[in-house]
């Protein structure tokens, strides 16, 4: 296993990768920094605003003038809710795919899977329309549905790769030792599935949480998340550059947090299980 | 195992999955179809009655089409090819031992976690503004003219924008793939005198070759349909109009459903042919 490397080597390596690094994550970092200087100073030139004095200014102006954080709980709202949504229909389904497996269940999960693929600007009028007549526009209800529906298949996908993992024979040798089918539920199967939901949930709400295709096409001031809040900015506001980098900043901080969490899962669930 | 009774157990599990997707797929499916067939304007005298293919044929033969068509291409090739090219570099380096790996790889897929519309916004206003962004700046201090990057060199810019948000997603997979990879082997194939470049063409690559497959068919789904960082940059203007836009203008912003609906159409059909190829591998992958 061990290859012999040479700290030379290893020094060599570790510059170039932390410059590689370093450049990638630039444009986060810059409007961290950004975000903590005032709107003169935030468009001089990079020296200046480095040298310049730092505020929290940004911050408190932000959701002073546009009720940010109604916006940041539109987004609570709509990606934990339709998370949770997802999961409960999906649970049973993928509980049933894999435990129970019929000929036609590699058939169910594929063409769930294929119902991903369905691209949404093909259905955007027909959405559009059912919204205004069940008068769900702009409602955080009918984003929490829509998105559900949209990430219902990987949730499905995500939570069969993991339940199919729990071996069979636990099953039956809690049923040798007579537990019945609620017991072999309750305090068998559930903790050992409990860390592949999170996992599954964790994943879904980052992906709902940056849906931006439904969030700007189907909401407008009052539901919407922070995705549509920020595109409000394209308007001439960009040019607010401290202001636009703190509304930033928050929009993006906890989904970044969540999502240095879950690469593993990442991987298994946009891969659809096809490369662990 | 499976008795009769787990099995009428099981369907009723699916159920509320599989009617619901089947809903979603279907209802809006079947009202695209039924608005492609028709000339329907709901701002400008509603429904004027069925036209039979003459939506498809106007959507092909408009002017913006093959510009679209072009855009797409130029976009989802250009990402895909940065991306994956980058992103077996990127995997190669970050699978090296080095101090701070767990911090560098963190450091390096954030930006997938960066919300479209955020990273539209922030490389548009505060590194490719003429004026005042970063690379303007950048740009004067070494006594160059600034570009205007999203109205003089759209396209570029948006597919840098772009392959920024999905390198992560590539490498990250594609270093998962070399990880899973069997040291022995190259072990053996650098006592045996292969070369780096040799252990790289002859061993990794080849072991590559399925998540590089799955990473271009997923993100060429994706890609296909990106909107909100054309949205807030350039909203289609200067040539950057993909197909998932124009039909987005010719639906919403016209209100030519009609029109807008076989736009729709043929979208979907293109989805399903990339779909066919990733549902292949997929499958393969659920058998083993």
């Known amino acids: 296993m061990a290859r012999a490397t040479t700290i030379r080597q290893k020094t060599i390596t570790t510059i170039i990768a932390w410059t590689v690094a370093m450049v990638i994550f630039f444009p986060i970092l810059w409007i961290v920094v950004l975000s903590f200087k005032s709107e003169g100073d935030a468009i001089s030139t990079p020296m200046r605003v480095l040298t310049s004095a730092w505020t929290f200014d940004s911050y408190a102006v932000v959701q002073d003038r546009s009720d940010y954080f109604k916006h940041f709980f539109n987004s609570v709202i709509v990606a934990v809710g339709s998370t949770l949504l997802g999961i409960l229909v999906a649970v049973p389904a993928a509980w049933s795919m894999a435990f129970v497996p019929s000929q036609r269940t590699r058939g169910i999960l594929m063409w769930m899977l294929s119902t991903k693929m369905l691209p949404a600007v093909g259905v955007l009028y027909p959405i559009y329309l059912l919204f205004i007549e069940l008068g769900l526009l702009d409602s955080r209800t009918g984003l929490v549905i829509v998105l559900m529906l949209i990430n219902l298949p990987i949730i499905v996908w995500m939570l069969y790769t993991y339940f199919r993992e729990i071996p069979a024979e636990i099953l039956e040798a809690a049923r040798m030792d007579g537990a019945g089918m609620r017991a072999e539920l309750l305090y068998v199967l559930t903790p050992m599935a409990i860390p592949g939901i999170a996992s599954t949930m964790l994943l879904n709400i980052i992906l709902a949480w940056n849906e931006a295709f439904w969030t700007l096409n189907l909401t407008a001031a009052k539901a919407a998340p922070l995705t549509a809040f920020i595109a409000s900015y394209s308007s001439p506001e960009g040019l607010f550059y401290a202001k636009l980098s703190a509304a930033s900043v928050m929009a993006i901080a906890p989904i970044l947090v969540m999502g240095w969490f879950s690469q593993k899962q990442l991987v298994r669930g946009l891969t659809f299980g096809a490369v662990k | ?288």
């Open chain 2, 1 to 288: 195992m499976a008795t009769q009774h787990s099995q009428s157990v099981a369907r009723m599990m699916m159920a509320p999955a599989v009617i619901l997707l089947l809903g979603w797929m279907l209802v809006p499916l079947t009202m695209t179809l039924f608005f492609s067939f028709k000339k329907y304007l709901p701002l400008r005298g509603g429904d004027l009655g069925w036209v039979g293919f003459d939506n498809y044929v106007r959507f092909v033969s408009s002017s913006s089409f093959w510009p679209a068509v072009a855009t797409t291409l130029i976009i989802v090739g250009g990402v895909l090819v940065i991306t994956v090219l980058l992103g077996i570099a990127l995997a190669l380096l970050l699978d090296q031992p080095m101090w701070g790996q767990g911090v560098v790889r963190i450091l390096v897929i954030a930006p997938f976690f960066v919300m479209p519309t955020v990273s539209g916004l922030v490389w548009k206003n505060m590194f490719m503004d003429p004026v005042n962004g970063f690379f303007a700046h950048l740009w004067r201090f070494f006594g160059a003219e600034p570009i205007q990057w999203l109205s003089h060199a759209s396209m570029p810019s948006l597919v840098m924008i772009v392959s920024w948000q999905w390198l992560p997603f590539a490498t990250l997979i594609l270093l998962t793939a070399i990880q899973s990879l069997d040291t022995e082997q190259l072990e053996a194939a650098e006592m045996d005198g292969a070369r780096p470049l040799g252990r790289f063409w002859f061993i990794i690559l080849p072991h590559l070759a399925r998540a590089i497959t799955v990473v271009i068919l997923i993100q060429t789904i994706f890609l296909l349909s990106i909107f909100a960082e054309i949205f807030v940059t350039t909203a289609g203007a200067f040539g950057t109009k993909t197909l998932t836009y124009l039909i987005f203008q010719r639906v919403l912003e016209s209100q030519n459903v009609g029109l807008g609906s076989a736009g729709g159409v043929y979208a979907i059909i293109l989805a399903n042919i990339v779909a066919v190829f990733l549902l292949r591998v997929v499958g393969k992958n659920l058998d083993a």
